[in-house]
């Protein structure tokens, strides 16, 4: 027995034909690319690419010179850094040589001493 909500071959043929149609009119209908509505809303859809595209290109400018900035605080933070330790190897070297200057001195001096002495000696001698 044949159940009445059973379909055959050609409604469903007829039922697909109808569905074919309904999307063709349905395309048919729909705005073409020359409209002035379609060009509307293409021309907003540019403005608002333009838009992002400006705003990212800002954000990477910024980025861009944010990263410089921290690289000229680095490079001048580095020279410094280089600077006072040449200051202070300098400063060491010269305490260095201060030093061995008065230890020459000191003993220059203790040597004239003793030949002072010596030749007071010498002179009390004779």
Same mark, same amino acid.
């Given at each position: 027995?044949?159940? *009445?909500?059973?379909?055959?071959?050609?409604?469903?043929?007829?039922?697909?034909?109808?569905? /074919?149609?309904?999307?063709? $009119?349905?395309?048919?209908?729909? *705005?073409?690319? $020359?409209? *002035?509505?379609?060009?509307?809303?293409?021309?907003?859809?540019?403005?608002?690419?333009?838009?992002?595209?400006?705003?990212?290109?800002?954000?990477?400018?910024? /980025? $861009?010179?944010?990263?410089?900035?921290?690289?000229?605080?680095?490079?001048?933070?580095?020279?410094?850094?280089?600077?006072?330790?040449?200051?202070?190897?300098?400063?060491?070297?010269?305490?260095?040589?201060?030093?061995?200057?008065?230890?020459?001195?000191?003993?220059?001096?203790?040597?004239?001493?003793?030949?002072?002495?010596?030749?007071?000696?010498?002179?009390?001698?004779?």
């Amino acid at each position: 027995m044949r159940h *009445p909500s059973d379909n055959g071959f050609a409604e469903r043929r007829n039922a697909a034909a109808d569905a /074919k149609r309904q999307l063709l $009119t349905k395309f048919a209908s729909a *705005p073409k690319p $020359t409209d *002035p509505e379609m060009r509307e809303k293409l021309a907003a859809r540019e403005a608002a690419s333009r838009a992002r595209d400006a705003r990212r290109a800002e954000r990477e400018a910024l /980025k $861009t010179a944010e990263n410089e900035r921290i690289l000229a605080e680095a490079a001048a933070s580095a020279a410094a850094a280089e600077a006072e330790q040449r200051a202070e190897a300098e400063a060491r070297q010269a305490e260095i040589s201060n030093r061995v200057s008065r230890v020459v001195a000191d003993e220059a001096a203790r040597k004239a001493e003793r030949d002072r002495r010596y030749a007071a000696r010498k002179a009390r001698r004779a």
